[in-house]
């Protein structure tokens, strides 16, 4: 069974250019988590979707910073007119149905912005 | 709003010394989940606490829920150099997500 899967594992982006990263939850995993990590600090909390909705995205900026998990395909995180500040490491998670569900983590986006 | 706090933020060790790591949270929790970040890799999960007053067992790993459902303690006995890493505990919200704490970077000098 294939774990949580993201893509790009690295990705570099010019200042004002589009970044989107992809994650691929575990198979029978409904609920998508997204997580941004700077360097030496924890784990902040984004965005929790299910398919084809977005549960809570209170921890998400509210401009240039989106989430979509549609019914088919990956769930995609799209960060518009990057800037030096958005350098960090894109964590995804999934969970199977039902609350209190562990999280499995995908390796991670860790983007970087010239 | 919920915050979950963890302290010490940074931990030495000497290889075969024991680790403890505290986790605060400010409200009552209905359970609480530690994982585990290597350097350079992804949180991995470790064990779920759900009753008040638990503790579990993880071969060296020992896992306490407080009385309160407030507070919780990861302790580790004689560490070795496969337990580098930051170890993160995490609470659930009304909305089903979890807030992670500010974790807990481990080192074990051998």
């Known amino acids: 069974n294939a774990g949580v899967m993201q893509n790009p594992r690295h990705l570099v982006r010019r200042r004002g250019q589009e970044a989107r990263l992809r994650c691929s939850p575990m198979?029978?995993?409904?609920?998508v988590y997204w997580y941004r990590q700077l360097p030496e600090e924890g784990l902040k909390f984004m965005v929790y979707?299910?398919?084809?909705?977005?549960?809570?995205e209170s921890g998400m900026p509210k401009e240039r910073f989106s989430a979509e998990f549609p019914k088919e395909g990956p769930s995609i995180l799209r960060i518009q007119q990057v800037v030096r500040g958005d350098s960090a490491a894109y964590f995804c998670?999934?969970?199977?149905?039902?609350?209190?569900?562990?999280?499995?983590f995908g390796d991670g986006t860790r983007l970087s912005i010239l | 709003g919920q915050q979950v706090m963890q302290i010490p933020q940074y931990q030495h060790v000497q290889e075969g010394e024991d680790f403890t790591t505290y986790c605060n949270s400010s409200?009552?929790?209905?359970?609480i989940q530690w994982y585990k970040q290597r350097p350079g890799g992804h949180p991995v999960f470790l064990i779920q606490?759900?009753?008040?007053?638990e503790v579990k067992k993880q071969k060296r790993l020992t896992f306490q829920f407080g009385e309160a459902k407030k507070n919780s303690s990861l302790h580790i006995t004689a560490t070795q150099t496969t337990d580098v890493g930051t170890y993160f505990c995490?609470?659930?919200?009304?909305?089903?997500?979890?807030?992670f704490g500010t974790g807990t970077s481990l080192t074990v000098i051998p």
């Open positions: 198979k029978g995993h409904s609920h």
């Open positions: 998670a999934s969970s199977p149905p039902g609350s209190n569900q562990p999280q499995h």
């Open positions: 979707l299910q398919k084809e909705n977005i549960i809570d």
């Open positions: 995490a609470g659930p919200n009304t909305g089903n997500q979890f807030y």
């Open positions: 606490l759900v009753k008040s007053g």
């Open positions: 409200t009552t929790l209905s359970n």
